[in-house]
């Protein structure tokens, strides 16, 4: 296979389940020490989109293909692969990466994010983004709590987040996920909104506005913009 694979840590941590598509932007912390790897702290269903690794394919830029078992990681927005052994292994070379099709799902990627094609009308797609990003650390004080006020000094440190901390304390990291819905014609992706969709669709124009003055406007809501889509046979 002519795109390396670099060894990634088995993750064996229990799932819970997220299903509906609204977004989520909620900061949540976690605490690690050092050495530890800090998303094998974080739960496989806000860390892989799929709910376990399934056979899909690759296509990449040039037009070559690749088939195995796939995920999506939310934290870095990678391909992962799962060997027949169970050992799982991120796909170097990933802005070579056009689509992944895996469990009957469509994936793009376009600015470096992967996005899900869900509901299409007349070459409009609804797009969903899922992003895992750490945010900036709390500086660690005594006894391993977090204070952004500690100031910490050691002979031994750590570089954690480009400051040194001292070796033997515990860190806490925050993260935050959050899905985002788009629309999606082929070559771009733009926020979705009467106007915004009516533009790409302007034979829709009336059917789209008889349905808002009905239903309201969500065009955030997933549940809401599927229906929408639904209605437009």
């Known amino acids: 296979m002519r795109h390396y694979l670099s060894l990634l840590s088995a993750l064996t941590l229990s799932l819970f389940a997220l299903f509906s598509y609204s977004e989520r932007a909620a900061a949540q912390s976690i605490d690690f020490t050092r050495g530890e790897d800090v998303t094998g702290k974080i739960a496989d269903s806000l860390k892989y989109i799929l709910p376990e690794f399934s056979h899909g394919l690759l296509s990449y830029r040039d ?3 690749s088939q195995g078992l796939f995920n999506v990681a939310t934290y870095n927005q990678s391909i992962h692969f799962k060997k ?3 050992t799982i292994m991120e796909l170097a070379g990933i802005d070579e990466v056009g689509r992944l099709i895996a469990d009957k799902r469509v994936f793009i990627r376009d600015n470096s994010t992967f996005y899900e094609l869900l509901e299409e009308r007349e070459r ?5 983004s899922r992003e895992l990003k750490f945010m900036e650390a709390d500086k660690p004080g005594a006894y391993g709590t977090a204070s952004p ?3 910490v000094t050691s002979y031994t440190s750590i570089e954690y987040n480009g400051e040194s ?3 033997g304390i515990n860190l806490s990291a925050k993260y935050r996920y959050k899905e985002t819905l788009w629309l999606y014609n082929g070559k771009s992706l733009i926020k979705p909104s009467k106007k915004n969709l009516i533009k790409l669709l302007p034979g829709r124009r009336e059917e789209i506005e008889l349905y808002c003055k009905e239903n309201g406007t969500e065009f955030g809501n997933y549940q809401w913009l ?3 889509f639904n209605s437009l046979k």
């Open 84 to 86: 027949r052994d169970g």
């Open 165 to 167: 901390h001292s070796i």
């Open 226 to 228: 599927r229906k929408l």
């Open 124 to 128: 409009v797609a609804i797009a969903l």
């Open 149 to 151: 006020t500690a100031s």
């Open 63 to 65: 037009g070559s293909k």
